[in-house]
């Protein structure tokens, strides 16, 4: 259905909205709306944060995360361990491990997975960076910490042969059932790899 | 949870983000980080879409419908019936309205209803201006067309009573089952209302 819009000022801004992922022009037109009844100062400082993120952000030049600086604040952090690194899909996954406060390695972010389907190539991924972080020596550790698809997988294998020439452990997070999840509910192939990658139980939570 | 963000830009862009209405600081995030693969001229435009409308939208001097211009596109528009005046709650149901393609008279944009609870009254809406442009007298009928709500009837009431001493007459939209709908999967005061307000069937579709 052709919507008329009663203002070309109001098309084009619910059509800004109705280009990002996930929203429609219903919601686009609410969003619109919803800014339009806030003050001159609101809007301003809304369009002018995303339009500064875009000029401003850099990436950090050893890992790839998203940064203020050349190089990132876990980068640069003297109290990280520099000899382990975390190699995740984007930087959401790195907020992600932080979270857990379980990890205090470095990271290394691949932008991706490799995706024939979606025309996603090594060469568009940061491997060939990850493979001469690993050839300058004082990594001792790479830990793969990619999705459990396809796509993860097909990386991880990537990854595996890219790395192999060189003396360093290649570790894979485990995969197995959900802390919390019931195991009638569970699904065959999680729970088979679950039982195939069991650990030896020491008396403690795992 | 206290989140780290590796960026105080991307932080920022976050929280504007997730000040939107139904938009959390997940989705936030998913939208900035789509934004920032697109090119910098897909962000400006966005940004400056934004603020742009915020700073030259114009409300119709007459309907209070959103405009480009002092008098909006209907006000303006010789061939629509200027003694029909429908009055809506926002600018959505004027489209919504148009779209029907059903109605040519003009508007009425109260900017919302009466609502005690959100601490909305009377002097908060366009009900003033309703009573100038019927006092002008060349308003023969008053549609009202708010929602179903106890607000919308509380508004409906209101006007009823300030329009009481003018010569027009005051209509309200029927109520009753949806197009489409089944009978027993009405709820009872909607067909309840359903019944109440049958019209003599001539034959045709209505």
Do not use: W
Request: charge should be negative; hydrophobic fraction near 40%.
């Amino acid at each position: 259905m052709n919507q008329q819009y009663p203002s070309a000022l109001l098309e084009k801004a619910v059509d800004e909205f109705a280009k990002l992922p996930g929203i429609g022009r219903k919601t686009a037109m609410r969003l619109v709306l919803y800014l339009l009844r806030q003050d001159t100062q609101a809007v301003e400082s809304f369009g002018n944060a995303l339009i500064r993120l875009k000029h401003e952000v850099k990436y950090c030049k050893v890992c790839h995360n998203i940064s203020d600086t050349d190089v990132c604040q876990i980068c640069s952090n003297p109290s990280r361990d520099a000899s382990t690194i975390c190699v995740v899909e984007n930087i959401r996954d790195v907020m992600a491990i932080e979270n857990t406060q379980q990890y205090r390695g470095l990271y290394h972010v691949l932008g991706g997975v490799i995706s024939p389907m979606d025309g996603i190539g090594p060469s568009d991924l940061q491997i060939e960076s990850l493979v001469e972080r690993v050839k300058a020596g004082t990594v001792s550790e790479v830990i793969l910490a990619l999705s459990s698809t396809m796509e993860g997988d097909t990386t991880n294998f990537y990854i595996f042969r890219k790395l192999a020439p060189y003396n360093v452990k290649l570790t894979i997070i485990a995969r197995g059932i959900s802390i919390g999840d019931e195991l009638e509910y569970t699904d065959e192939v999680t729970l088979g790899r679950s039982i195939a990658n069991r650990i030896v139980f020491t008396g403690t939570t795992i």
